[in-house]
Structure formats: C-alpha cells, structure tokens
C-alpha cells in the first residue's frame, strides 16, 4: 500500500514545478516584448540609466495613494467583510466536516500516525 505522504509530497513538489517554469516563462516573455518586470517591483529605487523610462519620483509619491487607500478601510468594508466571511465559512466546514474520518483516509491526520 501507497503510504499517504507520497501523492502529498507528489503533488506539491510538481504544483512549485509548474509553478515556477510558468512563472519564468511569463517573465522572459514580457522582457522579450520589451516589459521590464524588475522595475515595476524596483519602484522608489535610484534610475536606473540602462532604463530611461523609469521615473524621478521619490518613494513617499509612489506609497502615498496606497496608503490613502489603507487609511479609508474599515471594520465594516467590503473587504474586510469578505475576509472574515471567508474566515467563518473555513471554520465552520472545519467543524462539521472535519472531524470526521470516514470520508476520506488520506485527509484524516489520525491515520498518517
């Protein structure tokens, strides 16, 4: 018998595979067309003089509409709303479903011992 560990770790090691190359791929074809991904996550740092595109702004300007955004979020926003949703929904099907074994053996953690 298959020890239940194995399709898990299976599984997870070829989802980062996937994951990764799809990720590679989609980065060396967005440089090729002439997209630098590495200045959009470079934002605030000195210009670059390879990239003459990339703008004089100080980091305070580039973090100032985020943090407006921040300050306007509250208890009763809608996303906050749909985060704690999913927080109870999560909970609530952990609490009913989960405590039971017989649905399926290779979720329940009682049997991996």
Request: proline fraction near 5%; aromatic fraction near 10%.
């Amino acid at each position: 018998m298959v020890s239940p560990i194995l399709p898990f770790l299976g599984s997870f090691f070829l989802t980062t595979t996937v994951v990764f190359l799809t990720a590679r791929t989609v980065v060396t074809s967005l440089q090729s067309a002439g997209f630098h991904f590495t200045d959009i996550i470079l934002v605030g740092l000195p210009k670059d003089i390879n990239h003459p595109e990339m703008g004089n702004l100080e980091f305070q300007e580039y973090i100032e509409p985020l943090q407006q955004y921040v300050r306007t979020l509250t208890l009763s926003s809608p996303q906050v709303l749909a985060a704690a949703g999913a927080v109870l929904v999560t909970l609530l099907y952990l609490t009913v479903f989960g405590s039971s074994c017989k649905s399926n053996i290779l979720l329940c953690i009682a049997s991996w011992h």
